[in-house]
């Protein structure tokens, strides 16, 4: 009888954990990163999504300034402005890393135009696969044009509901490198309480 008794109360235990497991995982209910392709990630919530493409990213290593493929759609907030202060790289020290102006990665990068060839070739975040905003309008971004023929820099755009941007963007390479490590691309915009973040390898 004292063996039942336990056996009841010991299965009541596993119920109850198992419980408060699902319970603290729909708590949780953040953005989780996943991988949406064979270089790209994904996070996204019910107000907006970022994916990061690192393919180029792996092949620049070496330079001052590195390229990272992006998308940011804004599924219902009011509006997302992202330019040079809004969009920033934080590396695995926490140091926070601005986007260059394009007068600076003119004279001190000399890939932009194979950077644009190469994903004018490839496509940005692979381009066929389905996402929740596969079917939004697309937003004019230009950050970093190439240097011949980029047309003129779009240094600040203006993303409302129900539309996303892409865009090839370049920040400084950090202290130590970023072969191996993890990075965080982090948006503060007004109409987010918090700022929104996505951390990929650079494997």
Known sequence: MKRTFYGIVFVSFLVLVAG??????????????????????????????????????KRRTEEPYFPLGIKIANKRLDRIVVNRETLVLVDEKGQVYQMPDVVEIQKKYDKLAPDHKFKSQTGILGDQILTSFSFYRKVESRLFPQTQGGGRVINSVYIPTTAYMEDLVYFPMPEGGIKGKILRLRLDVLELENPFEIAFPID
């Open 20 to 57: 408060c497991a699902s319970v603290n995982l729909e708590k949780k209910g953040e953005a989780v990163v996943k991988k949406s392709g064979a270089f790209s990630y994904i996070k996204e919530d019910s107000g907006m999504a970022i994916v990061v493409d690192v393919e180029l990213a």
